[in-house]
T-cell receptor, first 113, second 113 residues
Framework: SQELEQSPQSLIVQEGKNLTINCTSS?????LYWYKQKYGEGLIFLMM?????EEKSHEKITAKLDEKKQQSSLHITASQPSHAGIYLC?????????????FGSGTQLTVLP | KAGVTQTPRYLIKTRGQQVTLSCSPI?????VSWYQQTPGQGLQFLFE???????NKGNFPGRFSGRQFSNSRSEMNVSTLELGDSALYLC????????????FGNGTRLTVT
């Protein structure tokens, strides 16, 4: 089955620093989703990437999809304590099951004030 | 627009009992998916419902079942509870258009003792 590997598993940064989280798939990607989760709560949708080379930004968060490398990266510029949480990437198992997602194990982000 | 609503928020049950969890999707969303989240296995797909029909099912035993009503609200049921069923159960709804993203509720925390 498809696996999504996220790195790093955890990240501690000083407020104001930039950071990058990576998500690598062992199989072909049919789109990729990024979510953020506060501990014990639901997932908040951040961004969806559908095509290779696609890049999207929302506020200080930018995500890119490299189809050839089967990899996506999430970059946060000038991090703030409000960015703290668990970041998860998710991808469909096949092109026909857009709502049956496999998720990575998550990256725990701590931002120190 | 109200988000995905899950009830109850917390539940404590005893081994052998059964439990029913409820999910109200975002208005206009007809696809409802369920996921189980545990520290060991991460987020795993349970099943997806659309127009009262189960469209996809994950790799879970038959003790896990679900249904969807004509108003798109969904319930999932776990019978003969085991300690390993303790988890955060997340419901997500989406438009049934292409790769429309999943929007998650805050989950039901089930503890089996």
């Amino acid at each position: 089955s498809q696996e999504l590997e996220q790195s790093p598993q955890s990240l501690i940064v000083q407020e104001g620093k930039n950071l990058t989280i990576n998500c690598t798939s062992s199989k072909t990607l049919y789109g990729l989703y990024w979510y953020k989760q506060k501990y014990g709560e639901g997932l908040i949708f951040l961004m969806m990437l559908q095509k290779g080379g696609e890049e999207k930004s929302h506020e200080k968060i930018t995500a890119k999809l490299d189809e050839k490398k089967q990899q996506s990266s999430l970059h946060i510029t000038a991090s703030q304590p409000s960015h703290a949480g668990i970041y998860l990437c998710g991808a469909p198992l096949s092109s026909g099951s857009a709502r049956q997602l496999t998720f990575g194990s998550g990256t725990q982000l701590t931002v120190l004030p | 627009k109200a988000g995905v609503t899950q009830t109850p928020r917390y539940l404590i049950k005893t081994r052998g009992q059964q439990v029913t969890l409820s999910c109200s999707p975002i208005s206009g969303h007809r696809s409802v998916s369920w996921y189980q989240q545990t520290p060991g296995q991460g987020l795993q797909f349970l099943f997806e419902y659309f127009s009262e029909t189960q469209r996809n099912k994950g790799n879970f035993p038959g003790r896990f079942s679900g249904r969807q009503f004509s108003n798109s609200r969904s319930e999932m049921n776990v019978s003969t509870l085991e300690l390993g069923d303790s988890a955060l159960y997340l419901c997500a709804s989406s438009l049934d258009i292409g790769n429309s993203p999943l929007h998650f509720g805050n989950g039901t925390r089930l503890t089996v003792t």
